[in-house]
């Protein structure tokens, strides 16, 4: 499942990718519009800032505006900044490999369920990007 942070994100992506005409857009324009809490916004934007995905502007005339190109920002790049691994198990995560805690087998059937699973995903979610969902 999509965390609430991970869809934060991507809806004030969105929106920021409609607006990106307009020059930089206040991050309380982006909370109203997208109807997200503020200081939780704060704190996403700042993430993507620190990935140089977002640059701001102080000031008369700032707030948030892209310093990538939001055509070639992948969904999956976003959701692996903000959420982490998009696998459903640590075990099948290809940049957030982890052993299964409860897991000591050699072969797990639901392993080679979950790596088709992450494989599709990610099919789609590397090839998507921020321009696709733009409302």
Known sequence: MLSKKSQY????????????????VLISDIA???KIPLKFLENILLE???ADILDSKKGKGG???FSANPAEISLATVIRLVNGP???????????????????????GL???????RDASLAILEKKTLLDIVD
């Not at 920021?16 to 930089?24: A, H, I, Q």
């Not at 392993?111 to 699973?117: A, K, Q, R, T």
């Open 63 to 65: 707030g948030y505006f």
């Open 9 to 24: 994100a991507l809806r004030a992506l969105s929106y920021l990718v409609g607006k990106n005409d307009e020059g930089p």
């Open 48 to 50: 993507l800032k620190k």
């Open 32 to 34: 109203t519009a997208k």
């Open 86 to 108: 998009i696998s459903m198990i640590p075990c099948v995560s290809i940049h957030f490999h982890e052993q299964c805690l409860n897991c000591n087998q050699e072969h797990c």
């Open 111 to 117: 392993h080679d369920v979950l790596i088709e699973v």
